[in-house]
């Protein structure tokens, strides 16, 4: 592989989370206060227009901009899809400044901890996560097979993760949630050093939650909720469902259940009543806990990337 510049860490791809980029700007002023592992991190505040102006995207959500089709389109001059190409030219492979990994830090208003999200199957990706899970007991969302939601940030680069870290509200910056977000990226940046002088210790097996199918709020024809996330399952991220647990609370007090089997394989509630997703008609989304051991031919494809990457 063609010897690349370091690794793309972004904030601010949604403007109203300030957290990353309020450690963004800490790391670039006090480079030692990051422990980099010699590696070259790069700093890219992902949306600047949305960021100045606290709010998620200004025309489009720009982690939902990076799909070939919507980069090749040129008819489409949104503000977003135009700095998608901007970050690209700049640090994608072939950029002026070019990257091989891109870490895309994020916050949620879900009760998620500290967390991984992975966009499909990719070795490079498999194995950082794997490495990261080892270190810190990570949990891991892999969001694929949903054709509504795609486009993603990461998947542009030849390996990359999101590190999540929540709840916290929009617009807000508080000292733990910077805390777990610094040391989900130390452990990548320590994952990926070691990948560039050798095979990088892995577990046995990566624990994933699959990502199955989101549910929407129940909804009146015009749009409007008819109700809300259930008290009890609200702040329970990663807990299982069981059949008939409660989803959903109208204002009259009726609650709506999970519909399904007895029989059927538990399933775990992510994201739940996430600030920002009820513009997409996500209320919670269903993931199934696997197990999937750890191929030597994903530590072999992070070699192979991680050994692009320069040290300072």
């Known amino acids: 592989m063609e010897r690349l510049n370091g690794v793309l860490v972004v904030g601010g791809t ?15 002023q006090e480079p030692a206060r990051l422990r ?13 227009q949305a960021w100045a102006s606290n709010q998620r995207y200004v025309e489009r959500d720009l982690n939902r901009c990076f799909s070939e089709a919507l980069l090749q389109h040129r008819g489409e001059q949104a503000l977003e899809v135009r700095r998608a190409r901007q970050l690209l030219e700049e640090h994608g492979p072939g950029g002026r400044e070019p990257c091989a990994v891109a870490i895309d830090l994020h916050s949620t208003t879900s009760a998620m901890g500290s ?3 992975l966009y499909g199957r990719r070795f490079t990706d498999l194995a950082l996560a794997a490495g990261i899970q080892a270190r810190l007991g990570l949990p891991v969302y892999l969001h694929e097979g949903d054709p509504a939601q795609t486009g993603f940030l990461v998947e542009r680069w030849p390996c990359g993760v999101v590190i999540e870290v929540g709840p916290v509200p929009q617009g807000v910056v508080q000292a733990r949630i910077c805390r777990q977000t610094q040391l989900a990226l130390e452990a990548a940046l320590a994952v990926l050093s070691e990948a560039r002088g050798g ?3 892995l577990p046995a097996a990566l624990v994933v939650h699959r990502h199955l199918r989101s549910l929407d709020l129940p909804r009146r024809p015009d749009g409007d909720p008819l109700a809300c996330i259930h008290p009890r399952l609200q702040s329970r991220d990663w807990w299982p469902l069981p059949p008939g647990a409660p989803l959903f609370l109208d204002p009259d007090g009726r609650v709506i ?4 089997s007895p029989d059927a394989e538990p399933q775990v509630a992510v994201f739940i ?11 919670l989304s269903l993931t199934r806990r ?6 030597p031919a994903w530590s072999a494809a992070l070699q192979a990337c991680a050994a692009t990457l320069t040290t300072t």
């Open 14 to 28: 949604h403007g109203n989370e300030r957290n990353a980029p309020w450690l963004l700007e800490h790391w670039r």
């Open 36 to 48: 980099s592992a010699a590696l070259h991190p790069v700093f890219v505040l992902g949306n600047p």
């Open 115 to 117: 967390c991984l999200v």
């Open 199 to 201: 095979p990088p210790r």
């Open 257 to 260: 259940g999970f519909e399904s």
């Open 273 to 283: 009543n996430e600030a920002a997703y009820g513009e997409k008609g996500i209320a």
């Open 290 to 295: 696997e197990a999937w051991p750890v191929l």
